[in-house]
């Protein structure tokens, strides 16, 4: 028989954590964990929380008091079954890693969130969504179960079948559930390595809209860029990307280049921000003069098309140490063209220092916390500073005016006060959560300011 004697928890090591964003620091302890024995040693230890990859823009990994238990180490395919289209591995498995085993085998996850070093704990944790959720919806439709370690419930495998309401929960958890130790997945198939990507040219965020709602259907995605800095009095000049997944042949090895791999920690390399008015004006110019020059059709690799950002990690680095304020929204379709015309208002008024905006089609229920539902995403990317977070609270109010659902995970000062009435689930998921965890074992600074 196995010796199941408890093993004693590694010695904890302290660092500083940092939200993606730049928003949140805190120093606190925190294991590395390699066994499934010592994930559990270190969850009895008091209150924790799991930790994958650490790109969540919100700090939902650290914070509120808790031991950080880094995933990272717990990486191992565990079960493939290509022919069944499904793969088991452990959460700290990276997106990069699984495609690498994956795509040469003709099957991919559907749903890639927009940087390779994610880890698949994350993404259930954050229930995050890729370049197509209007098609594909979110993490949680490619998640067949996940084993989950709970203190006081031990060990559980939560799948729509057994403990559907904890497997409900966990998608979309942000990590308040128990710490995921394996993911199930359904894969689905590759038909080749490259995308058909098409660039149109927009004159504005209403043209954008227009055009996304146009070319969604029948498309592998498609979305806009805006220019942040208005350019002749007009806000939202930019680009429509849509792109197509023909048959191909598949990778025959690796398929993952090299890259600027940042971190939350690394991301805060320059102390001064590159981004200003001047410098929006000029790159966000350049940028869309160069796409122009580039023909309307072309191919590029699945990667590059998956993860934009990867070869161009600099976009963040350039945000300096105090980072970015990123907004996302998903607006009611009924409300979306006000809701644009009102932001378009706002920015040509104030002149807040957006570097850039993207438009995309979402389709889903919003249910308990998750970021879903039938609208348009609306996505700002802005300097950090005074006036950026000035810009932020007129954000919200346009959330809350136009029954908006703004994304928990991408904004690292969002109230609670905005959450509770944007999201009709919110007092469900905090009843729920906290029959489950009544000692709130699982807290992080995003559970404790949103009163979760």
């Known amino acids: 028989m196995a010796d199941r ?33 010592a994930v559990e040693a270190a969850a009895r230890e008091g209150r924790v929380i799991a930790r994958g990859g650490g790109y969540s823009y ?9 031991v950080v238990v880094d995933m990272t180490r717990l990486d191992r395919v565990l079960r493939f079954e290509p022919a069944e289209g499904l793969i088991e591995v452990e959460a700290g498995m990276r997106l990069e890693r699984l495609l690498e085993l994956t795509a040469p085998r003709g099957l991919i996850l559907p749903v890639q969130p ?26 949680r439709r ?5 084993t989950l370690l709970h203190p006081r419930l031990g060990t559980l495998r939560c799948d729509s079948r057994n403990e559907p309401g904890l497997f409900e929960l966990t998608c979309g958890g942000y990590g308040l559930t128990g710490v995921i130790l394996t993911v199930t997945l359904r894969l689905e198939a590759l038909s080749g390595w490259t995308a058909a990507v ?15 709602r146009e070319r969604t259907d029948g498309a592998a995605f498609a979305y806009t860029w805006h220019q942040g800095t208005p350019v002749a009095g007009v806000f939202g000049r930019g680009l429509v990307y849509v792109g197509q997944l023909p048959q191909g042949p598949l990778p025959r090895e690796s398929v993952v280049p090299r890259y600027l791999r940042l971190s939350a920690a690394s991301r805060r390399r320059l102390v001064a921000p590159f981004w200003g008015p001047a410098a929006n004006r000029l790159l966000g110019t350049a940028f869309r003069a160069s796409e122009g020059l580039r023909p309307v059709k072309s191919e590029m690799p699945l990667f590059d098309a998956m993860f934009p950002f990867a070869k161009r990690g600099e976009y963040f680095l350039l945000y300096g140490r105090r980072g970015l304020a990123e907004y996302q929204a998903i607006v009611p379709h009924a409300a979306a063209s006000e809701f644009l015309g009102a932001l378009e208002r ?4 104030s002149r807040p220092p957006i570097v850039m905006a993207s438009l995309k089609l979402f389709r889903g229920e919003p249910k308990l916390l998750r970021f879903e539902g039938d609208g ?47 999201y009709p689930g919110y007092e469900e998921f905090r009843e ?8 709130a074992g699982f807290q992080s600074e995003l559970s404790a300011r949103l009163a979760l």
């Not at 959560?433 to 009544?438: E, F, S």
């Open 5 to 37: 004697t408890p093993l004693p928890a590694t010695t904890p090591e302290t660092a500083t954590f940092h939200s993606f964003d730049g928003g949140y620091s805190e120093t606190a302890a925190f294991h590395r964990p390699d066994r499934y024995r």
């Open 58 to 66: 919100a700090a939902a990994s650290f914070g509120g008091g808790s």
């Open 114 to 139: 927009g940087y390779p070093a994610i880890t698949v704990g994350g993404c259930v944790a954050a229930n995050v969504h890729g370049k197509n959720p209007h098609k594909e919806g979110a993490f």
């Open 142 to 146: 490619s998640v067949v179960g996940v």
């Open 198 to 212: 098409e660039r149109l040219p927009i004159e504005s965020l209403a043209e954008g809209l227009a055009r996304v």
């Open 346 to 349: 706002a920015a040509l008024g």
């Open 376 to 422: 348009v995403c609306v996505t700002l990317d802005l300097v950090r500073s005074a006036e950026g977070l000035r810009f932020l609270e007129v954000l919200d109010r346009l959330t809350l005016e136009h029954g908006a659902l703004p994304h928990i995970v991408k904004d690292s000062r969002l109230p609670a006060a905005v959450v509770a009435r944007s």
């Open 432 to 439: 729920r959560r906290r029959a489950l965890d009544p000692t």
